[in-house]
């Protein structure tokens, strides 16, 4: 009986603390269906009157919204596959085919992950502009691609580094060239892990910053973040303009957080760390 | 949990044996080809720019016309500029907001969530709260920046009301625009960020240590501090060091967040390198200057990946076989 109730406590506190993170959610969704007149009667603490959706929809069509939204997904979804593919080859020529100095190999891509991106962007900013791609999506997606894959080369390899010999050497007796090795072998068995970077992959590229800021100057080519950075940095909201901007940023991870939930705490638990 | 790097000792069955590939002939692919891809498009991305990038660091530059070599003039600037010292002493404050305090804090919650409230209230209580605290890592940073900055915001912010309303007025401040509470408020936004991030990966690594060792601890007579100082934090030391180490690379890459919160601002008051030098780069044009306060911070964050992959791999040393 004492110890039941000392046990309260601790759930109640923890409780608390889980509250406070999830408030600033609940406060811009509160305020996001408010309508200014209300919000500048009534502050932002109250509960709103009605379902006031104006805020929202001005705001989407006055940043073209839908575009942001597109732009994303497909420079996320993009660099996801791509760099899951360019991953899946590194980490099979050092994992797998332990081709000679693989240590150093994977040294280099544990290094270009570690990498600030501060030092590479006014060069990557500079050459895109020589060849041509500056402003465009394709840049985002071929400069991420290659950092993202990064991380996947060292995931995968230590991953691929484990995979049962018995098995490949199997089909290699059966007349399977390496080629096919990878693609009938060692992906379909390595798919979970190849899931679990997929979704990595997205989410990060998702949530980059500051190459796209740089990159993607032009309202067509945004993606949500910069778009929403951008704005946010002009000062020029008011309240609820604000709160609607907030509430569409914090919609799609809320999306992907339900969707993607257990891959991406049990790919943490898989060591994807960063 | 963690990726073991092969490294130490190498495979453990048939090194270098590869029963197929010089005898049997045929059509076959050296595996070296598997890495062409991926080594021409880390030349392009990666290494042609970071080379640049130092280059340039040694130049007179605006990024127009070609650079004037102009040896180590940007480096002996740098130490002159107090701007550059200030930036590089908020990463510290930084790094106590992103590394310190979330892996304190995420040890003592990730013990509590397993320990207490997954054994007294049922796994499915911890999993919930879990989830509530790992939100804001899927958060974009600039969503963050934007719902922070209207909640610290001076007029009609949430945060001043709420003081308002709770009768405490007098504690009302301009949360980012006061240049002497500007770095605490993003500090605080920091530890809100980033908390998720030790508490999940601490959380998965308690679930490898041995129930038995609670048990005998607690049949002992250890209370809840105890077990928590004795088998806890011994138990998930490797995921701690992995978890200061990329969190302290991640606060001293921090840039978004910054950049959305304050700009910098105000009055320099928050300004980390990361910032400073996109602002020297694409504000003012210096690029050459831009490029050696990048320089600086690159070798700083390397040294300090270095210094961690190798208690990570001793780590894995003394615990090998573990992880599956």
Redesign the interface.
């Known amino acids: 009986m004492t110890t039941a109730l000392r046990r309260w406590p601790v759930l109640v506190a923890l409780c608390i603390a889980a509250l406070f993170m999830v408030v600033p959610f609940l406060i811009v969704a509160v305020n996001a269906v408010k309508s200014p007149a209300e919000y500048s009667a009534n502050g932002p603490l109250s509960l709103p009157d009605g379902f006031y959706t104006d805020g929202i929809t001005s705001f989407w069509e006055r940043v073209d919204y839908g575009q942001k939204l597109v732009n994303s997904l497909l420079i996320s979804s993009a660099v996801a596959v791509l760099g899951v593919a360019l991953s899946v080859l590194n980490a099979y020529a050092i994992g797998i085919g332990r081709i000679k100095g693989r240590t150093w190999v994977l040294a280099f891509f544990v290094l270009a992950n570690m990498l600030p991106q501060e030092a590479l962007v006014y060069p990557v900013y500079y050459l895109s502009k020589e060849a041509g791609l500056y402003d465009t999506r394709l840049s985002v997606i071929i400069v991420f691609t290659v950092l993202q894959a990064a991380f996947g080369t060292y995931l995968l390899s230590s991953v691929l580094g484990h995979f049962p010999r018995e098995v490949i050497e199997a089909a290699r007796i059966d007349g399977a060239n390496s080629w096919q090795v990878l693609w009938r072998i060692v992906v379909p068995i390595s798919r979970p892990t190849l899931g679990v970077l997929l979704v990595f992959f997205f989410v990060w590229t998702w949530n980059e910053f500051l190459l796209p800021l740089v990159m993607l100057v032009s309202n067509d080519n945004q993606t949500v973040s910069v778009a929403l950075g951008v704005l946010q940095g002009q000062r020029l909201m008011d309240a609820t303009m604000t709160n609607a901007a907030a509430l569409l940023g914090v919609l799609p991870a809320i999306v992907f957080f339900l969707v993607f939930q257990r891959t991406l705490t049990r790919g943490i638990a898989v060591g994807a760390v960063r | 949990?963690?990726?073991?790097?092969?490294?130490h000792g190498g495979?453990t069955?048939?090194k270098?044996h590869r029963?197929?590939r010089p005898h049997s002939g045929?059509?076959?692919?050296?595996?070296?080809?598997?890495?062409l891809?991926?080594v021409l498009?880390?030349l392009?991305?990666?290494v042609?720019?970071?080379l640049?990038?130092?280059g340039?660091s040694f130049t007179d530059w605006q990024?127009v016309g070609s650079p004037k070599w102009s040896g180590l003039a940007n480096y002996r600037e740098l130490v002159d500029d107090d701007e550059f010292w200030a930036s590089f002493r908020h990463s510290l404050f930084m790094v106590v907001a992103m590394a310190v305090v979330p892996t304190a804090l995420g040890l003592v919650?990730a013990a509590?969530?397993f320990d207490?409230?997954g054994k007294?209230?049922g796994g499915r209580?911890a999993a919930v709260?879990?989830?509530?605290?790992?939100?804001?890592q899927?958060?974009?940073?600039?969503?963050a920046?934007?719902?922070?900055?209207?909640?610290l915001a001076p007029d009609?912010?949430?945060l001043n009301?709420?003081l308002k309303?709770a009768g405490l007025g007098s504690w009302q401040q301009d949360w980012l625009g006061d240049p002497d509470i500007a770095l605490y408020s993003v500090m605080g936004v920091m530890v809100?960020v980033q908390?998720?991030?030790p508490l999940?990966?601490f959380m998965?690594g308690l679930?490898r240590v041995d129930p038995q060792l609670y048990e005998a601890a607690e049949l002992d007579g250890a209370g809840w501090w105890r077990r928590f100082r004795h088998i806890t934090l011994p138990q998930i030391r490797p995921e701690t060091q992995?978890?200061l180490t990329?969190c302290t690379?991640?606060a001293?890459?921090v840039?978004?967040a910054v950049?959305?919160l304050t700009?910098g601002g105000p009055g320099g008051a928050t300004d980390v390198?990361?910032y400073f030098?996109?602002a020297t780069?694409?504000e003012k044009t210096q690029?050459g200057y831009?490029?050696a306060?990048?320089?600086v911070?690159?070798a700083i964050?390397?040294v300090l990946?270095l210094v961690g992959?190798r208690l990570q791999t001793r780590a894995e040393d003394a615990e090998e076989g573990i992880?599956s």
């Open positions: 949990m963690t990726v073991t790097v092969e490294r495979p069955v048939r270098d029963p197929d045929g059509p076959r692919t050296p595996y070296v080809l598997y890495l891809p991926g498009a880390f392009a991305v990666v042609v720019p970071f640049m990038n130092t340039v990024g919650l509590a969530l207490y409230i007294h209230f209580i709260l879990r989830a509530c605290f790992y939100l804001p899927v958060l974009p940073v600039a969503v920046g934007i719902v922070w900055s209207w909640i009609n912010g949430s009301e709420l309303a809100w908390l998720g991030f999940v990966v998965a679930q992995v978890v990329w690379i991640a001293l890459k840039f978004g950049y959305v700009k390198p990361s030098s996109f780069f694409f690029v831009g490029a306060i990048s320089t911070l690159t964050i390397l990946s992959l992880r």
